[in-house]
């Protein structure tokens, strides 16, 4: 069971980056280490933070990660990003799955309409869409899912690639200082907590156990003003936890420190055919 609370009218909706970010307590159990390994390990955690990769939650706990719709969607392939919709997965209802094997086996889209699970809002839209305009419409079914849902994947590509620009920007650089070329965040009220989202152009690299900065501040703004791309003198006094970097996408200021760069970006995208001055 569950209650709200404290409920109020606003004039705004809420929108993608305006969450301020989630607090976690953790409880460990049956860990099978001595006292003083422990402490050395959250000494670490505190001083050294940790990687702040987009997660399970982004990219969904199936055998379709919702990247791949996301990279199907951006290359335009709407058949291929139709059938990893609808396709059959572990790890779901019993319902779901013999709802996905019984329209693998029969694909029949009226007929699914009626077996398919009212929750199962993509797959059912998608259905609708092949049910109106014939089993051939795949970029006018996939145009039925409700627009949040489909920038979901896309975001879960981008997401992706940051995952994997943040990997190199560790093995090329390590976790211990920023470098030249590398950005930060410029604005920000630092007396109230937050971190810049996702969904903005620009994503926090560490985080550490106090919560994004080894000052224990974090930035604020959603929807920071600006980056500011760090030169030798400012890259030797500024702290790793305030290092980001760029989602991939148009009017974005990216990284110039080797390996980090829009054209690493972009080489990394082209493996995908899909070229970053284009991706949303």
């Known amino acids: 069971m569950c209650s709200l609370g404290n409920c109020v009218f606003c004039q705004d909706a809420l929108r993608l980056g305006d969450l301020y970010g989630n607090r976690f307590e953790l409880v460990l159990r049956d860990v099978d280490a001595l006292e003083d390994q422990l402490k050395e390990a959250c000494d670490s955690l505190a001083a050294r933070g940790f990687i702040n990769y987009y997660g399970l939650q982004r990219f969904g ?14 290359q335009d392939d709407f058949a291929t990003a139709a059938d990893l919709i609808l396709r059959p997965r572990a790890g ?22 009626s077996y398919f699970p009212r929750y199962m809002h993509a797959e059912r839209a998608l259905l609708e869409g092949y049910r109106k305009n014939g089993d051939k419409s795949h970029m006018n079914a996939v145009q039925g899912i409700p627009r949040n849902l489909r920038l979901m994947y896309v975001h879960a590509y981008q997401s992706y690639i940051w995952n994997c620009m943040v990997s190199a920007r560790v093995r090329l650089y390590g976790m211990e200082k920023a470098v030249p070329g590398d950005l930060v965040l410029v604005g920000g009220n630092e007396d109230e907590p937050g971190l810049a989202s996702a969904e903005a152009d620009e994503s926090a690299l ?5 919560g994004g900065g080894g000052d224990g501040k974090r930035w604020t703004s959603a929807h920071p003003k600006t980056v500011k791309r760090l030169s030798e003198e400012e890259a030797a006094t500024t702290s790793i936890f305030d290092v980001v970097l760029p989602l991939p996408g148009t009017s974005v200021e990216y990284p110039t420190a080797k390996g980090i760069r829009k054209e690493d ?10 070229d970053v001055d284009q991706v949303c």
């Open 265 to 274: 970006y972009a080489a990394l995208m082209k493996e995908d055919g899909l």
């Open 61 to 74: 706990t199936s055998a379709v990660p919702t990247h791949l719709i996301g990279r199907a969607l951006l």
């Open 92 to 113: 779901e209802k019993e319902e779901s799955t013999s709802a996905r094997e019984r329209f693998q086996r029969e694909q029949k889209v009226g007929e699914a309409l």
């Open 206 to 210: 560490l985080e550490s156990d106090k």
